[in-house]
């Protein structure tokens, strides 16, 4: 269960920063995402610092498909970071952004793709994800007579739907012999990424496989890799707080045709700080990589620098019964059915109260999964009131959609 005390101190917080977010309604119609760029810089020191402390040489890039707004890309680019792409387009978005170190990573890069990013070769690392995408970058480099920098991305899993990604730690012997033969790649580095962890141990698990593959690869073939880029993945500290619906118990209840539980119970699944990520890992290095080969670690955060940077606020449109209200921002403005079944307090900044009362907080489009939540905190709920639900920085912002009715306007503070 999540702690009464977390909750409460986590909807005062929010409450107590609400000058800062009505003060944008007098000059911006709602609804709004606000962006708080004080936010981003802040978590971006506190990341590079944790790793910094503990490990020797250490590279970061912002994923910028956790969210992609250009002020989002700028303050990270000043905040010395590079940038994590996953396409042509964000390729192009993050140089417009000025960013000089850009790793691009992802499956099925096409040979646009590909040639854009021989274009950009002083500045771009292609994480290669495929023995093909390997002949086709080096035809590409070849003919436009440029060396390009390049690591290849290794699968983190097996057996499941994330073997669409990179090849197998098995193959890099055999891939590394390839990257011989292709005179317009500089072969230099490894990446895996490890979705979602709430703690370092799946990426500590993958490096110590990691570390087995290294040890019986040659020397001469050690040497050459200068980094390895470990991914991001990192849960914001907080946890990841859920509805009953999000529960396994939930799920399987509604699987059997009952109710998930109360609306007003909520679930937290504990996360480690990014302290603990970097202690654990800089073990794990030490124990399994260090030993083998000294070389630079890059990190690929997105959610955990950008989730609680950027809030929504909308306003009441419509009270149709005690316990019913419609607002007027829909879930296109986060592109997905995420309330249903993860839990963000919906706080009234109107009449601001630590008192969670029960009514669905529902949008304004043509579907019933147009749910913002079940509950709300404040003293009640009137047309006119504005609403906030913080946190919404993460996977929402990109991932939103033109779906019936206009997205809110992005306010950068
Ligand atoms: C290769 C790669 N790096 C980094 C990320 C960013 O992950 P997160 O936002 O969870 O830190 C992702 C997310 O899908 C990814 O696929």
């Known amino acids: 269960m999540l702690s009464s005390e977390a909750l409460h101190s986590y909807v005062e ?29 802040e978590r971006a020191e506190q990341f590079k610092r944790a790793f910094h402390d503990v490990l020797p040489d250490t590279a970061f890039y912002y994923a910028m498909k956790s969210n992609n707004h250009p002020d989002v890309v700028r303050t990270l680019v000043c905040s010395d970071f590079g940038i994590d792409v996953s396409s042509g387009m964000e390729l192009e978005q993050a140089v417009a952004s000025g960013a000089k170190d850009i790793v691009f990573s992802g499956p099925g890069k096409t040979r646009e793709e590909l040639l854009l990013a021989v274009r950009y070769s002083d500045r771009v690392t292609v994480l290669i994800d495929s ?9 590409i480099a070849a003919a436009e007579d440029k060396i390009i920098r390049a690591g290849v991305r290794l699968a983190a899993s097996k057996g499941s739907l994330w073997r669409k990604f990179g090849i197998t730690p098995e193959e890099l012997p ?21 979705s979602w962890n709430r703690t370092p141990d799946a990426q500590v698990e993958f490096i110590s ?15 050459e890799l200068e980094f390895i880029d470990i991914g991001g993945g990192y849960w914001p500290p907080q946890g990841e707080w859920l509805q009953p619906a999000g529960t396994r118990e939930g799920k399987m209840k509604i699987g059997l045709g009952a109710e998930a539980g109360p609306a007003t119970d909520h679930y937290c699944l504990p996360s480690a700080g990014i302290e603990t990520f970097a202690e654990q890992l800089h073990i794990a290095l030490c124990q399994y990589i260090y030993p083998i080969l000294s070389c630079k670690i890059c990190f690929e955060p ?18 149709k019964a005690d316990d019913l209200i419609i607002t007027n921002a829909g879930t296109n403005t986060v592109g997905w059915d995420r309330f249903e079944t ?23 489009l043509c579907t019933p999964h147009d749910v913002w939540g079940y509950t709300y905190w404040g003293d009640e709920i009137q047309e006119g009131d504005i609403l906030m639900i913080p946190e919404q920085g993460a ?7 033109h779906f019936i009715k206009p997205l809110p306007h992005v306010v950068t503070l």
């Open 302 to 319: 997105g959610r955990w620098i950008c989730n609680d940077a950027m809030q929504v606020i909308m306003t009441v449109v419509d009270k």
């Open 131 to 139: 023995f093909g995408e390997l002949a086709r970058l080096e035809d």
């Open 395 to 401: 996977y929402t912002y990109s991932l939103r959609q």
């Open 342 to 364: 993860d839990y963000f307090p919906v706080l009234n900044l109107t009449r601001p109260s630590l008192q969670e009362r029960e009514c669905h907080i529902m949008g304004s």
């Open 13 to 41: 917080y929010y409450f107590n920063l609400s000058g800062k977010y009505m003060d944008t309604l007098m000059r911006h119609a709602s609804p709004l995402y606000i962006l708080d760029t004080s936010i981003l810089r």
């Open 209 to 223: 496989t990691l570390g087995h593959i290294l040890s019986g690869l040659p020397d001469l073939c050690r040497e």
């Open 174 to 194: 055999l891939f590394r012999e390839d990257t011989i033969k292709c005179s317009h790649i500089n072969f230099c580095g490894l990446q895996f990424h490890c």
